[in-house]
């Protein structure tokens, strides 16, 4: 028998292969059949800054009858959508997954500015969630602000994140960091204790015929597994968190990268999407099924042996291997 047990932000999990954010959580059906099939804990989908915000400019309407301010004010924020849920029904939402399941429950929260939402911090704690992710996804577009400024605005929703709760703090990032291991150390220093690598950065799409910049949600393939992979294993035992790797989890081998990285969970959400929830229970039982045939005895064992301070070679992560891995290629008319 093989120990599958890992340890992420503090908690004790059975085995390393978690369920992020995605419509799944929005059913507590679905969160029980995710336990069901094995996973070790669930990030339940995400509570955006702008659905807080959205709220909170209702309630001045509501208080201030006959404002113009209102309809400006709103037509600054994005049609969200199905994620117009209230944060209140969120939280509730929360506390009902909490109460069907007895794997750990992480909340979710997403945005990009300090300010007044982030006291839904604290709500996702008193809602009983067992540690709170924090995915910031901003995307400058305002060529006056330098990387120093945007890095520094990170920084500090972190700490006033850190300051608003106890429980442990992951951070989820998008790849695009001209210095993401001096970003990853400031993140640490503001409180996070861990950090999920990495946000998918969505892209849309042109309709020809309708000349419409339109959404165009693709669901990952286990090619996508390589860049949180490589920035992992460069992070690993550098800075001093926890790793969380998302994008591209779909079969047993890629779970067992991620751990060998240095991860010490690997979500997933596309694989479950797309093959459904017993997806789970195949990924894990496949897990075993290599580790006993490879002779490892527990995922600790694991953990961080392909990571860059543990290979052989390991200029393999950096530049030297760009030249080698293009002078690599054989496949030629
Ligand atoms: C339909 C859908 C909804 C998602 N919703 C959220 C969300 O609310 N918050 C979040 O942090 N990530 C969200 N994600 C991102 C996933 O949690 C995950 O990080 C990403 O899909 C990469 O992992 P994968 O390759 O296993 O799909 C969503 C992904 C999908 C496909």
């Not at 991860?263 to 997933?268: D, I, K, L, P, W």
């Not at 694989?271 to 006993?292: F, P, Y």
């Given at each position: 028998m093989v120990d599958l047990k890992t340890t992420y932000l503090g908690l004790k999990l059975k085995n390393p292969l978690v369920a992020s954010p995605s419509p799944l959580s929005e059913k507590v059906e679905n969160v029980k059949r995710l336990e069901e099939a094995g996973v070790s804990a669930v990030v339940m989908y995400s509570l955006f800054e702008e659905q807080i915000l959205h709220e909170s400019l209702e309630l001045d309407h509501f208080l201030n009858q006959g404002t113009e301010t209102y309809a400006e004010a709103l037509s600054y924020l994005p049609d969200t959508g199905k994620y117009s849920l209230t944060p209140e029904k969120y939280l509730d939402h929360l506390r009902a997954i909490k109460r069907s399941v007895s794997i750990p429950v992480i909340g979710s929260l997403n945005g990009v500015s300090t300010g007044g939402w982030i006291k839904y911090a604290k709500k996702i704690e008193e809602a009983g969630a067992d540690a709170l992710e924090l995915n910031i996804y901003f995307l400058p577009t305002n060529a006056g602000v330098i990387s120093a400024e945007l890095e520094d605005s990170y920084v500090t929703l972190v700490q006033d994140v850190r300051l608003q709760v106890k429980i442990p703090l992951a951070i989820k990032l998008s790849p695009f960091f001209t210095a993401l291991p001096n970003l990853a150390k400031r993140l640490v220093e503001a409180g996070a204790n861990g950090l999920v690598l990495f946000n998918r950065f969505y892209q849309p799409d042109f309709d020809l015929e309708q000349l419409e910049v339109v959404p165009n949600l693709v669901l990952s393939t286990s090619r996508e597994l390589r860049l949180p992979m490589r920035w992992i294993a460069m992070l690993y035992g550098r800075v001093q968190a926890d790793f969380a790797l998302t994008s591209g989890v779909h079969t047993a081998e890629d779970a067992l990268k991620a751990v060998m990285a240095?991860?010490?969970?690997?979500?997933?959400?596309?694989?479950?999407?797309?093959?459904?929830?017993?997806?789970?229970?195949?990924?894990?039982?496949?897990?075993?099924?290599?580790?006993?045939?490879?002779?490892?005895?527990?995922?600790?064992?694991?953990?961080?042996?392909?990571?860059?301070?543990?290979?052989?070679?390991?200029?393999a992560f950096e530049r030297a291997n760009y030249m080698k891995e293009l002078s690599s290629y054989k496949d030629m008319p």
């Open positions: 240095g991860a010490s969970v690997a979500m997933t959400t596309s694989a479950l999407l797309k093959n459904g929830i017993s997806k789970a229970s195949e990924i894990l039982k496949d897990m075993e099924t290599w580790m006993e045939e490879h002779e490892y005895v527990s995922i600790q064992q694991m953990k961080g042996s392909m990571s860059q301070k543990a290979v052989a070679e390991p200029a």
